[in-house]
C-alpha cells in the first residue's frame, strides 16, 4: 500500500498517463491501493495503436530497479518510466 501513495504522490502517475512498465508500454487506465491497469500499446508503422488487452501490475512494481535511458529521477519512478 505504500507503493500506491508513492506512485501518486512522488510521480504524479495518474489515468492517462503513457508509461513502460515491466517491458509493457501503455496508457493507465486505472491506479488502485495495491495494482494498477495499463491499456496494453503496440508500435506499428511508427505509430502506437491499442492491442485490446488490460495488463494489470501490482504496484510494488515501482520499487524494482529497471535499465532506463532517461536520467531524469523527478519523472521516473525506478520500476516505470514515462513516454
Known sequence: MAAYFFLLGRY??????R????GVTGDV???GLVRFYLKELSASGGEMHPTG???VFPNSVIFQSTRSSSSCPARNSPGTRRR
Open 12 to 17: 504524479g502517475l495518474k489515468v492517462g498517463d
Open 53 to 55: 488487452r488490460v495488463v
Open 19 to 22: 508509461i513502460t512498465a515491466g
Open 29 to 31: 487506465e486505472d491506479v
